[in-house]
């Protein structure tokens, strides 16, 4: 079993917050193959939907276009590029990395992340590069007019450059921007694999923009549709690399049921209906206590309140320039929203509301 290609697709697109119009393009081409009407919020957030028509109420799935990343900030006399970080990122994971800026045309200019070897730290007083404000990407120009002249220029996103790999057992993948192509890749999936005669509700499947600045493209995008329901799908980070947790997330332990995060405390009844329906199906899951928050935290607060989840994909090493994940993971995230959404009628709605 592997990923449909349009995961791959995905991932090796650029699209920092702001930036996200490469992914956008490619998640409207196919959207529109297997959707009834799409809508657009102003902010760039794209959904399509199937049984619009259908007396049933609205649910919403989606994940998050935008990668971490960085921006241009400014270009040194000497041809080096200052950087900004677009997200949360650890700052010194990016020394001696591959990066790449996408100039206006949509073309990369290839660079590394300049940092200092050994040799020039023996003394004790000089010390590593450590902060963003202080890291210069190094793109092989020779002087300031030479990086004008490979079409650099300040407010142009940064991105990693991706070394997409499948692991020896054939059953991980490794791959920039799994936060949170997976997740829009997943509504996609979703869309293509879904018997609209089979789920009692209207399905608008999507992606929201900016997520990783502040859960903006989920405040109007749920504005604009008013979904009865909300699905986040999102990668989640494994601590399993470093410590045993019960709550820190394993790589192929199955979806993450994310029971809290400092900004949603999932609503109880929501919690009992995804175990309910995981363990009806047989699907395994795993719950997962995030010190971060998803657009599940924002489209909660919609008009009068939003019944909302966050499905996690399981993820090693997020917001960096690389992340792993586990294909056992992929099934359980589809089983069971597939499994949710065929049981989300008015009556069940009504039912998850009434148990908190």
Same mark, same amino acid.
């Given at each position: 079993?592997? #990923?449909?290609?349009? +995961?791959?697709?995905?991932?090796?697109?650029?699209?920092?917050?702001? %930036?996200?119009?490469?992914?956008?393009? +490619?998640?409207?081409?196919?959207?529109?193959?297997?959707?009834?009407?799409?809508?657009?919020?102003?902010?760039?957030?794209?959904?399509?939907?199937?049984?619009?028509?259908?007396?049933?109420?609205?649910?919403?799935?989606?994940?998050?276009?935008?990668?971490?990343?960085?921006?241009?900030?400014?270009?040194?006399?000497?041809?080096?590029?200052?950087?900004?970080?677009?997200?949360?990122?650890?700052?010194?994971?990016?020394?001696?990395?591959?990066?790449?800026?996408?100039?206006?045309?949509?073309?990369?200019?290839?660079?590394?992340? /300049?940092?200092?070897?050994?040799?020039?730290?023996? &003394?004790?007083?000089?010390?590593?590069?450590?902060?963003?404000?202080?890291?210069? #990407?190094?793109?092989?120009?020779?002087?300031?007019?030479?990086?004008?002249?490979?079409?650099?220029?300040?407010?142009?996103?940064?991105?990693?450059?991706?070394?997409?790999?499948?692991?020896?057992?054939?059953?991980?993948?490794?791959?920039?921007?799994? &936060? &949170?192509?997976?997740?829009?890749g997943m509504a996609i999936d979703i869309l293509q694999s879904v018997n609209k005669a089979e789920i009692p509700c209207q399905l608008y499947c999507g992606a929201n923009v900016q997520e990783e600045?502040?859960?903006?493209? /989920?405040?109007?995008?749920?504005?604009?549709?008013?979904?009865?329901?909300?699905?986040?799908?999102? %990668?989640?980070? %494994?601590?399993?690399?470093?410590?045993?947790?019960?709550?820190?997330? =394993?790589?192929?332990?199955? *979806?993450?049921?994310?029971? +809290?995060?400092? $900004? %949603?405390?999932?609503?109880?009844?929501?919690?009992?209906?995804?175990? =309910? =329906?995981?363990?009806?199906?047989?699907?395994? +899951?795993?719950?997962?206590?995030?010190?971060?928050?998803?657009? !599940? !935290?924002?489209?909660?607060?919609?008009?009068?309140?939003?019944?909302?989840?966050?499905?996690?994909?399981? /993820?090693?090493?997020?917001?960096?320039? =690389?992340?792993?994940?586990? #294909?056992?993971?992929?099934?359980?995230?589809? /089983?069971?929203?597939? !499994?949710?959404?065929?049981? #989300?009628? *008015? $009556?069940?709605?009504?039912?998850?509301? !009434?148990?908190?």
């Amino acid at each position: 079993m592997m #990923l449909k290609q349009h +995961y791959r697709d995905l991932v090796e697109l650029p699209g920092v917050a702001g %930036c996200e119009k490469y992914v956008r393009k +490619y998640v409207k081409t196919e959207l529109i193959k297997v959707s009834e009407a799409i809508y657009q919020d102003k902010l760039g957030s794209i959904f399509g939907v199937i049984n619009e028509n259908k007396p049933g109420p609205k649910v919403m799935i989606a994940g998050h276009m935008d990668e971490v990343g960085a921006m241009v900030s400014g270009i040194t006399e000497k041809g080096f590029i200052k950087m900004i970080p677009i997200g949360s990122i650890n700052a010194p994971i990016l020394l001696s990395q591959h990066l790449d800026i996408v100039v206006d045309d949509g073309s990369t200019v290839p660079g590394v992340v /300049a940092s200092k070897p050994p040799h020039m730290l023996r &003394d004790g007083v000089s010390k590593q590069v450590s902060e963003f404000e202080d890291f210069l #990407l190094d793109i092989g120009a020779d002087s300031r007019q030479h990086v004008s002249q490979l079409g650099v220029k300040i407010g142009q996103m940064i991105v990693p450059h991706n070394n997409y790999t499948i692991t020896k057992d054939g059953k991980k993948i490794i791959s920039k921007a799994w &936060d &949170d192509r997976f997740g829009v890749g997943m509504a996609i999936d979703i869309l293509q694999s879904v018997n609209k005669a089979e789920i009692p509700c209207q399905l608008y499947c999507g992606a929201n923009v900016q997520e990783e600045v502040g859960l903006r493209g /989920a405040t109007t995008s749920s504005q604009m549709i008013k979904p009865d329901l909300f699905i986040a799908v999102d %990668c989640s980070p %494994c601590a399993d690399t470093f410590e045993e947790s019960e709550i820190g997330g =394993t790589l192929g332990g199955g *979806f993450m049921i994310r029971f +809290y995060d400092p $900004r %949603c405390i999932m609503h109880q009844g929501m919690r009992e209906f995804i175990e =309910t =329906t995981a363990k009806k199906s047989n699907i395994k +899951y795993q719950y997962y206590k995030s010190g971060g928050g998803t657009d !599940a !935290a924002q489209v909660q607060l919609t008009d009068d309140g939003v019944l909302v989840c966050t499905i996690g994909m399981p /993820a090693r090493y997020i917001h960096s320039t =690389t992340s792993m994940i586990h #294909l056992d993971d992929y099934e359980a995230v589809k /089983a069971v929203i597939i !499994a949710m959404i065929k049981e #989300l009628d *008015f $009556r069940k709605i009504d039912e998850i509301k !009434a148990n908190v």
